[in-house]
């Protein structure tokens, strides 16, 4: 059945919440209202869906724009029509005339999708001006379909941030516009593959259906041929059904509009020349023509109603050129009828088109992986942007774990936060910047080398308002006003006061729910040092020499010769304070040894090295007693230059096309250091003047640490470069490797093979490539390798045993996507870029492994924050502090804690587990609300659904039936009160919290 709130009263809501107050207030419970329309009974959503004819064939023509946030252009350029040599485009001007032109003709209608482009157009906006949109959004002629921030890409973006920006841009509309703004339907229709984790957020998000325009064109073919365009999407294999099916639709024109019939200032197609008497009329020619495209398309389809969309990348600046001819082709297409036509044409938007297809009632295809890899042809696979500008991903990544510090400490500091000692700090700029960087060609890397870099900027001036922020909490909660240094380029040991100062202390805030064991790694010029924790007690440091490739790396940025390790443990969602003190008359810093060592180890793990190469050989589980063979290297592919006789297809920022099969190997030997003490053991590899690695094992750690250091990417052979790292295993994998959808949920991937066509593989490497968000591995039946990734990146297994990660790319040729330049960053000093990371590997049997790799996982998402103050403490200064009063269980993560309003905070609480994944943790965990904060009584609760825009309880979606003929499983039963709130394997659960500060 359909619904609609729109459709309620001002005086039901008006009751209905004056009960829910009256019941709960009872019970010591409390509901927080959602905005609601200030109309009395709008008629928006399904009910403003014009009639459609059932005996005919009828064409849903559905006015939209594509407005992409950043691309060929800055996001400011885009929305005001700067910088038009580059692409005409002006988002501003689009909205001004789509409004004037609605309002011209009632029957028409029009779809918005990017929210972050509509917000600032609406900001400028008389209010006479934004009441006549507000009319037009409740009358159904203006809708938004989507609704978040940006359409995100669905390859790179990691779930955590892709339901923030969901939840920025949605709540805007829901503020702005009630129920009636409130989208219905998701809408991807230019990313480039779909993931299985997106159709799982959009089903939790309360969306009736989601459409989307590329899929593979084999994929594509087959469809057609079964009329399966149209599907149920099951897209979870741990939450019980119907809660993570999706409806899901595929366009039939990409999101263009049949050829011939684009009129927009962009095009050259010609208009309804509708005048007998004048030259050129076509009016005949043009209905023929349309007609021929409507039965052809409904062979493909299923129903009696088809889906045409009518507009493309920033059209409708002029809207009357779109609208007068749109008009036209309505009426004279429909004129036919009388001459025995069966064709019917109507203005339409996708969920008028979604709510047909359920009133057919029929039956669907049921489809349970994803649409990865997409190629558009034999030779093209669009998996190269997997890894494309990795230190834009990494930055990225990094950013994400700024933004959950930046929220968590608004929430846990008060109102101090934001207007405290240190001034005005705010977490919205950084909401911003990271949901700006979630769009499908911002952290794909799919953009121009400015727009790269303005969306850098974003991100480094969100971090700097969120700086202030975090002083301000920090001043509060410790009791210390003293000024707080933050040190950004840690990663390539550069920090100006740990360089200079013979005492200093370090502040260590853990995000996550649990309590942290990190090892921190500090640049320092002396040769010994104490290191205190927050009871005075002495913890083990020790000083290594900085690494050849560290100081290649940061150029002149940093004089800091060696670096401080030691270990440190942070309370969950809290921070502890360490104190280090140089020591005059320390020991000297011992050297590294040129000799590659037998073997490093701790208690956990085992790592052998071949004497002769430098390299891995095995790799150890002491506590499970298992070995495997291991030798892990670094290659490249040599980038297709378009001269190959099959096909012209180049690598480029879309692409990956390696012209040969077999990479090239950078060395079979590698040049050794080693280091070991009782904090850490490094093996220091050298590869070549721009390969390096160090291979590093922790005293504590059951994950081995390969950082890796990649670049300048040399391009004097004028040949494009694909640098992979590939671990060669004794693991027989048998064809399959596993990779993780969005950070979330693990998929299984077989060489050469998809589930739902016969795959003819025409390219062996890059047709075999996945996106590896957080994590990829390996498995038999008793061994399974993981690999933990610091950002998305692309990896295949394309031999049994091996797992190969991508790690950077330069190309020296555009792939003619649309770009319009090479994938050549050259970096600050104009040489190349150069980029760091790493990756984390365990070894364990199949049914153990999770317990390992998912605390692994969101440990390296959410990292502790290091700030920094010179000198000694002050003596009142409090040096711990936990936002919870206890530690979350292990299965349990602790997604999102921000601020909503002056007296509510928004929190998600995650099963991390998958239902078949752990004998220990897939099991359901019962958490109580009230006993989670230590500085925050809970007074009241309303769960939201994901995206927080509605109340769970209100949320309503349309039912679908799989073709094997199933039926959705009985709702679950309730919580065991309305405090303490039971996951499921998988599960997330919001709620908006009505709170009081301590």
Same mark, same amino acid.
């Given at each position: ?558 004089? %800091? /010769? ?5 270990? @440190?443990?942070?309370? =969950? ?5 360490? &104190?280090? #003190?140089? $020591? ?14 037998? %073997? /490093? ?5 085992? @790592?052998?090295?071949? =004497? ?5 050989? &095995?790799? #150890?589980? $002491? ?376």
């Amino acid at each position: 059945m359909s619904y609609d709130s729109c459709s309620l009263s001002m005086m039901a809501v008006a009751t209905r919440l004056c009960l829910w107050v009256a019941l709960l207030v009872q019970s010591g419970v409390f509901c927080f209202p959602i905005s609601q329309d200030p109309q009395e009974s709008p008629a928006c959503g399904y009910e403003s869906c014009h009639a459609t004819k059932p005996s005919m064939l009828n064409v849903h023509l559905v006015p939209h724009t594509h407005d992409d946030v950043g691309w060929l252009k800055t996001v400011d350029q885009y929305f005001y029509g700067d910088r038009n040599n580059i692409q005409h485009a002006g988002v501003q001007y689009i909205l001004d005339s789509v409004v004037d032109q609605l309002l011209k003709n009632p029957d028409r209608r029009f779809i918005y999708v990017e929210t972050a482009f509509f917000y600032r157009w609406w900001k400028n906006q008389p209010s006479s001006m934004q009441q006549t949109v507000k009319e037009l959004v409740n009358q159904g002629r203006l809708e938004f379909v989507n609704g978040g921030w940006c359409m995100s890409d669905e390859a790179t973006t990691h779930y955590s941030a892709v339901v923030d920006q969901m939840t920025l841009g949605l709540r805007f509309l829901n503020d702005t516009f009630g129920a009636c703004g409130r989208p219905r339907v998701a809408w991807h229709i230019d990313p480039f593959g779909h993931a299985r984790e997106h159709a799982s957020m959009f089903a939790q998000m309360g969306y009736d259906g989601f459409f989307f325009g590329r899929l593979d064109y084999q994929d594509r073919d087959r469809r057609m041929l079964a009329r399966e365009q149209e599907l149920i999407w099951r897209a979870s294999d741990s939450l019980p059904s119907p809660a993570a099916d999706l409806f899901t639709g595929i366009l039939p024109n990409g999101y263009n509009p049949p050829e011939g019939f684009c009129w927009d200032q962009s095009c050259d197609d010609p208009p309804i020349r509708d005048d007998p008497d004048l030259e050129d009329y076509n009016v005949d020619d043009v209905v023929s023509r349309f007609l021929t495209i409507a039965r052809a398309q409904s062979l493909v389809y299923k129903t009696n109603h088809i889906i045409m969309t009518m507009g493309s990348d920033f059209q409708y600046e002029n809207a009357n050129l779109w609208y007068k001819n749109l008009d036209k082709l309505i009426r004279y297409v429909n004129a036919q009828q009388a001459n025995g036509s069966n064709v019917n044409v109507l203005y339409s938007t996708p969920s008028c088109y979604l709510q047909e297809l359920h009133r057919a009632n029929l039956t669907w295809a049921l489809k349970t992986d994803d649409f990865f890899p997409y190629a558009d042809a034999a030779h093209d696979f669009w998996t190269g942007y997997f890894t494309s500008r990795p230190a834009l991903k990494r930055y990225e990544r990094l950013s994400n774990s700024y933004l959950q510090t930046c929220n968590q400490l608004e929430v846990l500091g008060g109102p101090l936060s934001r207007q405290g000692v240190f001034g005005a700090g705010d977490s919205d700029t950084m909401k911003k910047a990271m949901a700006v960087a979630q769009h499908h060609d911002a952290v794909s890397g799919t953009e121009k080398q400015h727009v790269a870099n303005d969306y850098a900027r974003r991100l480094a001036n969100g971090w700097k308002h969120c700086q202030v922020l975090v002083s301000n909490t920090l001043a509060g909660l410790t009791g210390s006003s003293i000024q707080r240094v933050f040190c950004d380029n840690l990663n390539i040991s550069v920090c100006p006061l740990t360089e200079s100062s013979k005492q200093f202390s370090v502040n260590v805030y853990n995000p996550l729910g649990r309590v942290v064991s990190w090892s921190v790694r500090l640049p320092v010029n002396g040769a010994s040092y104490t290191v205190s924790d927050a009871s005075g007690n002495t913890v083990d440091s020790q000083v290594v020499p900085v690494s050849r490739a560290t100081q290649d790396i940061r150029m002149d940025r940093g004089h %800091a /010769i060696n670096e401080l390790l030691f270990q @440190v443990e942070a309370p =969950p969602l809290g921070y502890t304070t360490y &104190s280090i #003190s140089l $020591l005059q008359d320390g020991p000297p810093v011992a050297p590294p040894s040129p000799r590659a060592p037998k %073997a /490093i180890e701790n208690k956990f793990l085992r @790592v052998t090295f071949d =004497p002769d190469t430098g390299l891995l050989s &095995s790799l #150890s589980n $002491l506590e499970t007693k298992q070995t495997i063979k291991l030798t892990q290297n670094f290659y490249w592919y040599n980038a297709s230059d378009g001269r190959n006789s099959e096909s012209p297809q180049m690598s480029g920022a879309y692409i990956f096309r390696p012209n040969s099969s077999t990479p090239f190997i950078i060395s079979k030997t590698a040049k050794i250091e080693t280091l070991q003490n009782s904090v850490v053991q490094e093996v220091r590899q050298s590869f070549s003047p721009w390969v390096s690695q160090v291979v590093r094992l922790y005293t504590h750690s059951r994950a081995l640490e390969l950082e890796w250091s990649v670049g300048p990417l040399p391009i004097g052979d004028d040949l494009g470069k694909e640098v992979i790292t590939r671990l060669d295993s004794s693991i027989n994998s048998s064809g399959f490797f596993y990779t993780d959808s969005n950070g979330r949920e693990v998929l299984e991937r077989r060489k050469d093979f998809r589930p739902t066509w016969n795959l003819k593989q025409s390219e062996p490497i890059a047709g075999n490539y996945y996106p590896v968000n957080s994590r990829a591995y390996i498995k038999d039946d008793s061994e399974q390798l993981t690999v933990v990734t610091d950002r998305s990146q692309g990896g295949a297994s394309v031999q049994d045993g091996s797992l190969e990660i991508m790690l950077h790319r330069r190309l020296l040729y555009d792939d003619v996507r649309g770009v319009g330049e090479p994938l050549n960053e050259t970096g600050e000093f104009l040489e190349g870029l150069v980029v760091r990371g790493r990756l984390l590997l365990s070894l364990s049997p199949p049914e153990q492994a999770a317990d390992t790799h998912r605390p692994l996982a969101q440990q390296e998402v959410l990292q502790p924050l290091l700030t920094f103050t010179p000198g000694e403490l002050h003596p009142n200064t409090r040096l711990e502090f936990s936002g919870l009063q206890a530690a979350l269980p292990p299965a349990v993560h602790l997604l999102t804690v921000s601020q909503w309003d002056r007296d509510s905070v928004l929190i998600r609480l995650e099963h991390q587990y998958q239902a078949w994944e752990s004998k220990r943790y897939s099991q359901p965990v019962t958490v109580n609300l009230q006993k989670l904060f230590s500085t925050l009584d809970v007074l009241g609760v309303s769960e939201m659904n994901l995206s927080a825009n509605q109340y769970k309880e209100d949320m309503t979606r349309l039912d679908w039936t799989p073709e094997t003929g199933e039926e959705p499983l009985q709702k679950p039963l309730g919580d065991p009160s309305v405090w303490e709130v039971t996951l499921k394997p998988m599960e997330i659960r919001t709620f908006l919290l009505r709170v009081r500060h301590r």
